[in-house]
């Protein structure tokens, strides 16, 4: 252990060799960029200097395992064209996105804290290097936690940064939502123009025919009563099932173990359902389940030629998590149009992720996850207070009681109307010079422990809703 410590110290101090020359030449390229007005060396000078800094984070988390967040704002989206087809930045229009696309990305290096405290921390670095040069020599694991600690100080994820972060992450969720919806709406509206507005139009025609024909040849008028009788049962079961590609009134009654039950019992594959859920989601999760389901179903019989499937629907923790699975010929890929960009879309509203194993020949397996989809009792512990909070504040309630009355308030009292009583009064008992103080000290004591006892659990509650409202990273896709 410790030969391999003083291994990653060397390499540590090792690149000195690498940021010294860095240094200068960051320098150097920052005035020609902000004092000969070279702005184009701006962005490289800054990739530079930040390879160095991941470069430092990585060996951070390897060599202590300290989880160094990278701190920089999230890249501007590329630039969108107006109704006129031109790229607008500032008020200067231009015909293609380069130009607006590299005076936002200038702006958003330029304007980034991160970036200035990479180039304060490459500045200093070689210093703190230094000062920390003989507890690397004498208690390396010691001066890597304390590099480490310095590493964390200017090169580590800040509030700002991660709000930042954060909405992106809500913006992009907002705008797959809307693409998804968008899509939904206008498979309806095919659904619909496609299938039963064609059968009302073809009822409606069969119907003037038979207006003409009802004294003419009243034998071809009821043949086709009959005809208009069956397209309207067709119709009927069309819209029926548009209606259910909508919302199906079974996930609505019964909830999502019924309603993937009955796609299994209309699928035309040997279908099996195991659901364990105590409690149902919320609706639109369900409904965001249920609709990925459906389709990885109808890719397994139309495109897998799988002959049976399963079905997994369970909890883990808090999370929903849904495994199917098919015997077909395998190969899916999201990229060929298979519906799965679309379930990604689906589930990317809810912070949800899809895995996806299919290798040619089969079976398929696709896992998805809805992170904090379920009830907050599902998540077990997550409103528990840890068991040193609790002892704290068990101690807090038996004994804020005593400085706050017995020895603050009632010797107060006593003094103020010259009560000659000392009893067990602690300050009643000092000299007079140091009786007030330390009543004063005793109230102020004692409402603190009342304030403490108060904030701990108010504390953890807060702490803990911020950690259920934080969007979840996609573990894979």
Not at 86 to 110: C, E, G, M, Q, V
Not at 143 to 152: D, E, K, T, V
């Amino acid at each position: 252990m410790l030969v391999r410590r003083l291994g990653q110290v060397t390499a540590l101090l090792a690149l000195l060799v690498v940021e010294v020359p860095l240094i200068l030449l960051a320098g150097v390229m920052l005035i020609l960029s902000v004092a000969m007005g070279m702005v184009f060396l701006f962005p490289p000078q800054v990739r530079m200097v930040r390879r160095m800094a991941e470069l430092n984070r990585r060996l951070m988390r390897a060599w202590t395992g300290s989880p160094i967040e990278a701190p920089y704002l999230p890249k501007p989206p590329p630039p969108v064209p107006g109704p006129d087809g031109l790229y607008r930045s500032d008020r200067t229009l231009y015909r293609t996105p380069r130009i607006p696309a590299w005076n936002d990305r200038w702006k958003w290096l330029l304007t980034d804290p991160a970036t200035w405290r990479d180039g304060l921390w490459l500045l200093l670095d070689p210093l703190v290097k230094a000062v920390l040069l003989p507890l690397f020599v004498l208690v390396p694991e010691l001066g890597l936690r304390f590099y480490a600690l310095w590493s964390n100080l200017l090169l580590g994820a800040t509030a700002a940064s991660r709000l930042a972060g954060q909405v992106s992450h809500l913006q992009r969720t907002r705008n797959l939502a809307t693409d998804s919806q968008a899509a939904e709406m206008r498979r309806i509206e095919r659904d619909l123009h496609d299938g039963t507005q064609a059968r009302l139009v073809a009822i409606g025609m069969t119907l003037g025919a038979i207006e003409e024909l009802m004294d003419k040849d009243p034998a071809a008028a009821k043949a086709l009563v009959a005809k208009a009788r069956d397209t309207s049962s067709d119709t009927l079961t069309e819209l029926r099932r548009v209606i259910r590609g909508i919302h199906p009134p079974v996930l609505a009654e019964r909830g999502l173990g019924d309603a993937v039950r009955a796609l299994a019992l209309d699928s035309p594959m040997r279908v099996t359902v195991d659901v364990d859920l105590p409690h149902r989601p919320e609706a639109p999760v369900e409904a965001a389940a249920y609709f990925a389901v459906s389709e990885l179903l109808s890719n397994a019989a139309r495109h897998g030629d799988a002959a049976s499937a399963t079905v997994d629907i369970s909890s883990n923790g808090p999370d929903l998590r849904i495994t199917v699975t098919d015997d077909g010929m395998g190969g899916a890929d999201p990229a060929k149009g298979s519906g799965l960009s679309g379930i990604e879309r689906r589930l990317a509203a809810f912070d949800g992720v899809l895995a996806l194993n299919s290798p040619p020949g089969g079976p398929t397996t696709v896992t998805m996850e809805l992170p904090k989809a379920l009830p907050q009792h599902w998540s077990g512990d997550l409103g528990r207070l840890p068991r040193r909070k609790a002892l704290l504040l068990g101690f807090l309630w038996a004994t804020a009681w005593c400085p706050t009355f017995p020895q603050g308030f009632v010797p107060a009292i006593f003094k103020i109307i010259g009560f000659d009583e000392k009893s067990w009064f602690l300050a009643l008992h000092l000299p007079e010079v140091w009786q007030w103080p330390t009543i004063i000290g005793m109230i102020a004591l004692g409402l603190t422990m009342h304030t403490m006892a108060i904030r701990i659990p108010a504390t953890h509650n807060r702490e803990r809703w911020m950690a259920e409202a934080t969007p979840t990273r996609p573990w894979c896709s």
